[in-house]
């Protein structure tokens, strides 16, 4: 009856670390199954922000290009000219003429008429007041 007893405590406790062993294997195989989930997430939102990245760095590029086409550009003496004469000013001994368009054109004759059709203060006073009504 001994002999008993001790095979059925022998092959309990076997079967209670083959449990735990068996238990053990899961939980580690859970464990890098998540871990290895996590690891693909990060990797794929590294991977998004890189190509993002590449997009900035190549429209930075090409601002870069353009930039120093322009640079150049401006170390041409004609572009310097072109650019003080669109600002109004002439080479010396040059006169500058303008021209208007029509419609400024006939807007200034009537303020002139008007201006100078007014003898006196008090009626340019009453003309503008009227304009203000209108």
Do not use: C
Request: charged share 35%.
């Amino acid at each position: 009856m001994i002999t008993k007893k001790k095979i059925k405590k022998k092959s309990y406790s076997r079967t209670v670390s083959i449990i735990i062993l068996i238990l053990s294997f899961l939980g580690v195989i859970y464990l890098l199954s998540y871990y290895n989930y996590k690891i693909a997430q990060h990797r794929k939102e590294v991977l998004s922000e890189i190509s993002r990245l590449e997009k900035e760095l190549l429209s930075l590029k090409e601002k870069n290009e353009k930039l120093k086409a322009g640079i150049s550009q401006t170390q041409n003496e004609t572009y310097w000219e072109r650019e003080i004469r669109e600002q109004g000013y002439v080479r010396e001994g040059e006169r500058q003429v303008v021209i208007l368009p029509p419609e400024i054109e006939k807007e200034n004759e009537a303020l002139k008429e008007e201006l100078f059709s007014a003898h006196n203060f008090w009626q340019k006073i009453l003309q503008w007041f009227e304009r203000m009504r209108d």
